[in-house]
Each structure stands twice: as structure tokens, then as C-alpha cells.
């Protein structure tokens, strides 16, 4: 397929990188009104353009991945809507446009494709059918912590989408972590929220949340999230009647508790896996690669998506709740 990635910053290359080591023939071509950023490209033998339209103009394309800043999305996803384009769209953490892409998508018979990386988690689907196979009530107790300015190190955290406090960091965790607690745990019933800001980060919205989820399945959750930990965490636990799991965000970290020997055992769900080291460890290539190759393979029809904009809509108005924009709390 010929590819047109829209943003090549630090996931539009991210993409563009993963793709061309598929090996599986495709070409890309980009656009980011960067000159900068397209010369980078060229360099990597990717055509590229400063405008969309321009690269509508001289190519026709099969599908295109949305990588640019989240309160772009919209209007670029409907751009390449209209011009007959199966889109992958980046987290969009706002509601902006929803209705009408979800219609549009649905008028032209076209692919609408949201990125959902944890779904993807070989641990976060083990996670899942344990929970779901064990049949009773699961409560969990989740960190996922980030310093803010060690997001992205190569660039001040006021200067991208994480400053801005619409789709700011905390807001950017919960959008990348409900989608796999929803479909583990089921959907969320009530939610009780304390924030606070407890740091000296120059952003307009709390940086330290603590959430309590209450989900229609009978499991409960402890959620922290936040900007200001030092060391990138992501630690959770799961524990009920019979089940203990235990998780650290990474593929070396997954434990069960054997109830017989007293012993936490390894639980091995990847033969190999990619990190990138700019990253965390808890950042695994393997589950970018899953999702585009679920992307291709929807646009095919061959596979149905394993997020939707339609649940994540859902997911929007949860985290509206929790940062206090919309209705208290749901009974």
C-alpha cells in the first residue's frame, strides 16, 4: 500500500519506522508544515510535503495514520474522509468532530481507526482473560506515574500537546489506560475523583489524580495518575478470592501468585520483544506494530478493530467526569 503519514513528529516517525520494518512493500509519504521535519524524512528516503492538500494533490494513496497534535485531528481526519482515505488516528483525548467523522466514515464505506497501543499489550490481554475467566468480583490498584518534563526529552513539555491542559499529560494517561481497564473490568459505573497539584510544573490543570472506579461487573479499581514522579512507573495489582496479579508495566514484570507454593511465578507473554530506549521500559514496540498490522488487515476486511471511536466517545465523557467537566458521578 503507498502511505501517507500527516505529522512527523515523534509518533509520525515512530509509524514511518515500524512500517518500512514490516518489509511487507509499502511506501510512505508525509506531511508536517515543518521544513525541518520533512528534511528528516527526505533524509530517510520518505517523500514528504508542508501542506495535505498538496500531498493529496500529487498522490494517490491507500490509507493515511493521523499523527499530529491531538486538537488537529478533526479537521485533517475529515480532509482525508472526504478525499476517500481509510484513516489510523493517534489518541484524539477530545470529543471534537466525533458524530460526524463516525457518520462520514460510515456514508463513503470507509475504515475509521483509533490507535488504542494497551489493547495491544500481550500482558494487558492476559490480564484480561484471567479476569474475565475467574468470574467473581476483581478489585485493582493502579500507578501509572511520569515526570512531565521527561515525556519528551528532546522538547519543553509547554511546546506539545501535553501543555495544554484540554489534552494535557494526566489526560493523555488516562486516554492511553481506560480503553484496556474498560475491556478488562468492564464499564464503569460510578467514579469518585480527588486532584490536587502538588508540583511546581508550569500547566493550568492538576497534575496528581486518585480515582476511585466502580465497574457494572462488580470490580472495583484504584487508579493514581500522575506527571510528577521522578521514575516512570506503571505498577498494578490485581487480587481477588483466588487470583492475585501482579504487573510493572513491563514484559519482565508479569507474576501470578501460586496459592500452593507461596511463590510469585513469571508469566511469559512475549518470545521477544522491541524497545526503543529513548523510552521507559514500560514502552514496547511490539504492540505499535500489532495495531497497524490490525489497521491493514481491517482495511482489507479481513479483522474488526479492537477499539472504536464510538467506545472511546464513552471514554471522553469518563475522563470529562473525572476532571470535573461533566456530571459528578454516574450511579
Same mark, same amino acid.
Given at each position: 500500500?503507498?502511505?501517507?503519514?500527516?505529522?512527523?513528529? +515523534?509518533?509520525?516517525?515512530?509509524?514511518?519506522?515500524?512500517?518500512? #520494518? *514490516?518489509?511487507?512493500?509499502?511506501?510512505? =509519504? #508525509?506531511?508536517?508544515?515543518?521544513?525541518?521535519?520533512?528534511?528528516?524524512?527526505?533524509?530517510?528516503?520518505?517523500? =514528504?510535503?508542508?501542506s495535505?492538500?498538496?500531498? *493529496? !494533490?500529487?498522490e494517490?494513496?491507500? /490509507?493515511?495514520?493521523?499523527?499530529?497534535a491531538?486538537?488537529?485531528?478533526?479537521?485533517?481526519i475529515?480532509?482525508?474522509?472526504?478525499?476517500? *482515505?481509510? &484513516?489510523f488516528?493517534?489518541?484524539?483525548?477530545?470529543?471534537?468532530?466525533?458524530e460526524?467523522?463516525?457518520?462520514?466514515?460510515?456514508?463513503?464505506?470507509?475504515?475509521?481507526?483509533?490507535?488504542?497501543?494497551?489493547l495491544?499489550?500481550?500482558?494487558?490481554?492476559?490480564?484480561?482473560?484471567?479476569v474475565?475467566?475467574?468470574?467473581?468480583?476483581?478489585?485493582?490498584?493502579?500507578?501509572?506515574?511520569?515526570?512531565?518534563?521527561?515525556?519528551?526529552?528532546?522538547?519543553?513539555?509547554?511546546?506539545?500537546?501535553? #501543555?495544554?491542559?484540554?489534552?494535557?499529560? &494526566?489526560?493523555?494517561?488516562?486516554?492511553?489506560?481506560?480503553?484496556?481497564?474498560?475491556? /478488562?473490568? #468492564?464499564?464503569?459505573?460510578?467514579?469518585?475523583?480527588?486532584?490536587?497539584?502538588?508540583?511546581?510544573?508550569?500547566?493550568?490543570?492538576?497534575? +496528581?489524580?486518585?480515582i476511585?472506579?466502580?465497574h457494572?461487573?462488580?470490580?472495583k479499581?484504584?487508579?493514581? &495518575?500522575? $506527571? %510528577?514522579?521522578?521514575?516512570?512507573v506503571?505498577?498494578?495489582?490485581a487480587?481477588? !478470592?483466588?487470583?492475585?496479579?501482579?504487573?510493572?508495566?513491563?514484559?519482565? +514484570? *508479569?507474576?501470578?501468585?501460586?496459592?500452593?507454593?507461596?511463590?510469585?511465578?513469571? %508469566?511469559?507473554?512475549?518470545?521477544?520483544?522491541?524497545?526503543?530506549?529513548?523510552?521507559?521500559?514500560?514502552? %514496547? !514496540?511490539?504492540?505499535y %506494530?500489532?495495531?497497524?498490522?490490525?489497521?491493514?488487515?481491517?482495511?482489507?476486511? /479481513?479483522? $474488526?478493530?479492537?477499539?472504536?471511536?464510538?467506545?472511546?466517545? !464513552?471514554?471522553?465523557?469518563?475522563?470529562?467526569?473525572?476532571?470535573?467537566?461533566?456530571?459528578?458521578?454516574?450511579?
Open positions: 500500500m503507498k502511505l501517507l503519514i500527516v505529522g512527523l513528529g +515523534s509518533m509520525g516517525k515512530r509509524r514511518a519506522r515500524l512500517i518500512l #520494518g *514490516l518489509k511487507a512493500g509499502h511506501t510512505i =509519504a #508525509g506531511v508536517d508544515n515543518s521544513a525541518g521535519r520533512c528534511e528528516e524524512a527526505r533524509a530517510l528516503g520518505i517523500q =514528504a510535503f508542508t495535505l492538500p498538496d500531498a *493529496l !494533490e500529487a494517490k494513496f491507500d /490509507a493515511a495514520f493521523v499523527c499530529t491531538p486538537l488537529t485531528h478533526a479537521i485533517i475529515d480532509e482525508l474522509l472526504n478525499a476517500g *482515505l481509510p &484513516v488516528s493517534e489518541l484524539n483525548l477530545v470529543e471534537d468532530g466525533y460526524g467523522l463516525i457518520t462520514k466514515a460510515k456514508e463513503k464505506g470507509l475504515t475509521l481507526f483509533l490507535s488504542s497501543t494497551m495491544y499489550r500481550a500482558e494487558t490481554d492476559y490480564i484480561a482473560q484471567q474475565q475467566a475467574f468470574k467473581k468480583p476483581v478489585n485493582y490498584i493502579y500507578h501509572v506515574g511520569q515526570y512531565l518534563p521527561d515525556w519528551h526529552p528532546w522538547e519543553n513539555y509547554k511546546n506539545f500537546f501535553v #501543555g495544554d491542559a484540554r489534552t494535557g499529560g &494526566v489526560r493523555e494517561i488516562l486516554g492511553i489506560d481506560l480503553p484496556w481497564l474498560i475491556s /478488562a473490568f #468492564g464499564p464503569v459505573k460510578s467514579a469518585h475523583v480527588e486532584k490536587d497539584k502538588i508540583s511546581n510544573l508550569e500547566v493550568d490543570y492538576p497534575d +496528581s489524580y486518585f476511585t472506579l466502580r457494572t461487573s462488580g470490580n479499581g484504584f487508579l493514581a &495518575v500522575d $506527571v %510528577v514522579s521522578p521514575k516512570a506503571r505498577n498494578f495489582e487480587f481477588g !478470592e483466588g487470583l492475585h496479579l501482579f504487573w510493572e508495566g513491563n514484559p519482565r +514484570s *508479569l507474576y501470578t501468585y501460586n496459592a500452593t507454593t507461596k511463590e510469585k511465578e513469571l %508469566v511469559n507473554t512475549y518470545s521477544e520483544f522491541e524497545h526503543d530506549p529513548r523510552y521507559s521500559d514500560n514502552i %514496547v !514496540e511490539n504492540a %506494530v500489532d495495531e497497524i498490522l490490525n489497521f491493514f488487515a481491517v482495511v482489507q476486511g /479481513a479483522a $474488526v478493530p479492537k477499539w472504536s471511536f464510538e467506545q472511546d466517545l !464513552e471514554v471522553i465523557h469518563l475522563m470529562e467526569q473525572i476532571e470535573g467537566r461533566g456530571p459528578e458521578e454516574t450511579k
